[in-house]
């Protein structure tokens, strides 16, 4: 499986941003897919995840509310829409795959393959 992450960029507090992560090679209807994000010299963090198939949906606390994760399964694709953009939100932003659906979904252990990670800088 291979993953193509896009849509970072430098946005003002209270702006938006959509990022994209394209999956290409097997997929299964047993993915879970997840976005993390790293910020400088501080460890990855979830952000959120969704199951391939149904409509399960899991958010970390900080975003909830204002993130929604979606997917275009025709597209292979996942989606993060960030909204209410706060600096705080700067970060390098991963998306990820676990292949089994299973495991703790916050842990980016559990996650078999790895995007290569887009910058979203937010500025004051």
């Known amino acids: 499986v291979q993953l193509q992450a896009s849509g970072g960029g430098l946005v003002q507090a209270g702006g938006s941003l959509r990022l994209s992560c394209a999956a290409s090679?097997?997929?299964?209807?047993?993915?879970?897919m997840g976005w993390f994000r790293q910020a400088d010299g501080k460890e990855r963090k979830f952000v959120a995840a969704?199951?391939?198939?149904?409509?399960?949906?899991y958010y970390d606390v900080a975003v909830k509310g204002r993130f929604t994760i979606s997917r275009d399964n025709a597209k292979n694709t996942v989606y993060l829409q960030m909204n209410s953009l706060k600096p705080e939100d700067t970060a390098v932003y991963y998306c990820?795959?676990?292949?089994?659906?299973?495991?703790?979904?916050?842990?980016?252990?559990?996650?078999?393959?790895w995007g290569q990670g887009t910058l979203v800088t937010v500025s004051s």
């Open positions: 990820a795959v676990n292949q089994s659906g299973l495991g703790v979904l916050e842990n980016p252990q559990t996650y078999d393959y």
């Open positions: 969704i199951r391939w198939s149904g409509s399960n949906k």
């Open positions: 090679g097997r997929t299964f209807s047993s993915y879970v």
